[in-house]
């Protein structure tokens, strides 16, 4: 069975940085979409980043562009979400999740929803406060 584990979260002030990270057991990241999701209090789930297989190309939501950076490190089976000035608004419980490259249509379309996903970790909670 594939476990995903999430780590990083923490309580951080306002403007801070975080590096989220996700692995995985017997199971290779690299060969999969990985997408970051969060789900704020009271709010839906929603997709923050993906990552794609091949390329490394990578997509944003628009209220992260420019502060929230994903990468790989396939030696270490690892998918990294580094998030530099932080708002109160990214506080939440952020998850990454994979999915098969060849079940789905476009990497823009795992990230805003249009396609279940196979595999979710339990999350790691960010709180951003003063």
């Known amino acids: 069975q594939v476990h995903l584990v999430e780590s990083g979260g923490g309580l951080m002030q306002p403007g801070g940085s975080l590096n989220l990270s996700c692995t995985a057991n017997d199971f290779r990241l690299d060969s999969h979409i990985v997408g970051w999701f969060r789900q704020a209090p009271g709010k839906e789930r929603e997709g923050v980043s993906c990552?794609?297989?091949?390329?490394?190309?990578?997509t944003y939501a628009d209220s992260v562009m420019g502060r929230f950076t994903i990468s790989r490190d396939n030696a270490e089976n690892t998918v990294t979400l580094r998030m530099d000035s932080l708002r109160p608004e990214d506080t939440a419980v952020y998850y990454c999740?994979?999915?098969?490259?060849?079940?789905?249509?476009?990497?823009?379309?795992?990230?805003?929803?249009?396609?279940?996903?196979?595999?979710w970790g339990k999350g790691t909670l960010v709180i951003v406060s003063a």
């Open positions: 999740a994979t999915v098969d490259p060849a079940t789905v249509g476009s990497m823009r379309g795992v990230c805003w929803g249009y396609y279940d996903m196979d595999y």
């Open positions: 990552i794609s297989d091949g390329d490394g190309s990578a």
